[in-house]
């Protein structure tokens, strides 16, 4: 499957590959948006919380961004690459800074935000696969279809503009 896309790389990633936070204190990561046939977008609630947001995760030492992609989505969602269709990749990195509230400060190295380089998914396997139970500790305790630009009004306000450009970004490929 993944041999019929090419995935254009930003070649920062390449330059400090061995690094799961950068120099400038951003964790690598990637965003997932994962849509049903129907253009409908997945939407998951953080386990224990009143939060709702697509999938994501780091981007460990030694790992290209798609093989995190793949460990993240079999990881918080329970699917393979055989049940999804890569349709697209932002061209760049996109960066939020967390709140000053959620940096912690004694932690080495010291993170102020995340590094995403966003996928849009299509799933082409039966809905009934998804299992948030899948990792050893589930991210996520429920899940839901919505409108594609729903989330925009209910993620996280600190995380809203990077959604923003991975949305519009990303829309040519997921509503095609």
């Given at each position: 499957?993944?041999?019929?896309?090419?995935?254009m790389?930003?070649?920062?990633?390449?330059?400090?590959?061995?690094?799961?936070i950068?120099?400038d204190?951003?964790?690598?990561?990637v965003?997932?948006?994962l849509?049903?046939?129907?253009g409908?977008?997945?939407?998951?609630?953080?386990?224990?919380m009143?939060?709702?947001?697509?999938?994501?995760?780091?981007?460990?030492?030694?790992e290209?961004?798609?093989?995190a992609?793949?460990?993240?989505?079999?990881e918080?969602?329970?699917?393979?690459?055989?049940d999804?269709?890569v349709?697209?990749?932002?061209?760049d990195?996109?960066?939020?800074?967390?709140?000053?509230?959620?940096?912690?400060?004694?932690?080495?190295?010291l993170?102020?935000?995340?590094?995403?380089?966003?996928?849009v998914?299509?799933?082409t396997?039966?809905?009934?696969?998804?299992?948030l139970?899948?990792g050893?500790k589930?991210?996520?305790?429920?899940?839901?279809?919505?409108y594609?630009?729903r989330?925009?009004r209910?993620?996280?306000?600190?995380?809203r503009?990077?959604?923003?450009?991975?949305?519009?970004?990303?829309?040519?490929?997921?509503?095609?």
């Amino acid at each position: 499957m993944w041999k019929n896309f090419t995935v254009m790389t930003p070649s920062a990633f390449i330059s400090d590959a061995s690094d799961v936070i950068d120099a400038d204190g951003f964790r690598h990561n990637v965003g997932i948006i994962l849509t049903n046939p129907h253009g409908r977008v997945f939407w998951a609630r953080r386990a224990g919380m009143e939060a709702w947001q697509f999938p994501q995760g780091g981007i460990r030492a030694n790992e290209t961004p798609e093989q995190a992609l793949y460990r993240e989505l079999e990881e918080e969602v329970g699917l393979t690459p055989g049940d999804v269709q890569v349709m697209g990749c932002t061209r760049d990195w996109l960066f939020y800074r967390l709140p000053s509230h959620l940096v912690r400060r004694h932690s080495k190295p010291l993170c102020i935000g995340q590094k995403q380089l966003w996928f849009v998914l299509r799933l082409t396997g039966d809905e009934s696969r998804v299992r948030l139970d899948a990792g050893d500790k589930p991210e996520f305790d429920a899940w839901r279809w919505v409108y594609y630009w729903r989330p925009l009004r209910e993620v996280v306000a600190f995380k809203r503009a990077v959604y923003r450009r991975a949305l519009r970004e990303l829309a040519p490929h997921a509503l095609s």
